[in-house]
């Protein structure tokens, strides 16, 4: 019998072990406690976007993805010119201004095409060579280029012109006005030249 009691007493404690291994594994599973760090992954905003905080270049209206304006567009322009020539200049000077309608910033660069059409032919303006700036116009702003052309002080009737064909630097697309100006002189190609400056010259000379 006393062999049995040990062995009783045996099961019991090994029984009492293994209820107390069950009961931590069941802690365990119901509480794990802290894993391993890791990374947290990047939440995502309502667009499906990543919401992380990064810093950028916000483009604004009318720019492309380095903030640069795009370049003006004809049907954007408001198109006018003026003479602007002093008595006693022995060149003449129009001011051809473009005034930026669009509703957005938009860059002008160079030169603008220059034709004159007379009752002779139509007569194309060479540029003067000058350095051509790049200017952002913001809406609503404005910037002159100078048409130089030789005055008519011969007494005659001279070369009427009938129009103005202006087209805007890196556009296809013509605007027509009148001529402000006076008649051209009768020459037979060795006289002064037509001439337009770039954007931003119209001041006397080009």
Known sequence: MRVNKLTIAALAVVAGLSLTACQNEEDVAADPGPAASSPAAPSANGDGDTDQSQE??????GADGGGKADDCRTDELEVTATNVTIDGDT???VAVEFTNGG??????AGYAG???????????AERTGEAAPSVVLEDGEAVSFAVVHPVNDSGGSGVRVTSLVVTPP???????????????????GSGTKVRVGP???AGQGG
């Open 56 to 61: 950028g270049t916000v483009a604004g209206a």
């Open 91 to 93: 060149e003449g000077t």
């Open 103 to 108: 509703g957005r910033d938009c860059t002008l």
């Open 114 to 124: 220059v034709d004159l059409r007379t009752d002779a032919g139509t007569l194309s």
């Open 170 to 188: 890196n556009e296809t697309k013509s605007v027509t006005l009148d001529w402000p100006a006076a008649t051209l002189p009768v020459t037979d």
């Open 199 to 201: 954007i931003g010259s």
